[in-house]
Every structure is written in structure tokens, then in C-alpha cells.
């Protein structure tokens, strides 16, 4: 409940921050610093979903040779 409330001041406080007609706006410095920081945050979201993506495959491939792996073994039980 208190993570709700304050979630809502935050909310509040930066649509107060930014608006124009408010007195502290911030609008401007806000877009700038967007324009400076997504690069850096597009380039750590990339490398996240490279990691990711390459222990999905890691992962896929482990559990078709252990398939595999059972599958000889059941027919290896049936001679």
C-alpha cells in the first residue's frame, strides 16, 4: 500500500516537473537528457537480450541431447 502512494507522489511530481505553464519546468532538460541517455540504455538493453538469447540456446541444446540421450537409453532397455 505505501509503495502505491508514494509511486503516485513520484507520478505526480515529475508530470508537475515538466509541465510548461508549472514553475519548476523542467521539459527541456528532461527531453535532453532522454536524447543523451537512450543510446547508453538501448546498448545495455542489447546486450541483456544477447545474453539471454544465448543462454535460451544453450538451454535448448541441453535438453535435446538429454532427449536424445533418453531415448537411446529406452532403446537401448527394449533389446
Known sequence: M?????????IGFTVFSV??????NWGQEVIAFLKGGLP???????????FIG??????????????NEKIESSEAEER
Open 40 to 50: 547508453v540504455l538501448a546498448a545495455f538493453v542489447g546486450l541483456i537480450c544477447l
Open 2 to 10: 505505501i509503495s502505491i502512494i508514494v509511486g503516485i507522489i513520484f
Open 19 to 24: 509541465l510548461p505553464m508549472c514553475p519548476l
Open 54 to 67: 544465448a543462454a535460451d540456446v544453450k538451454d535448448k541444446r541441453e535438453a535435446k541431447k538429454e532427449e
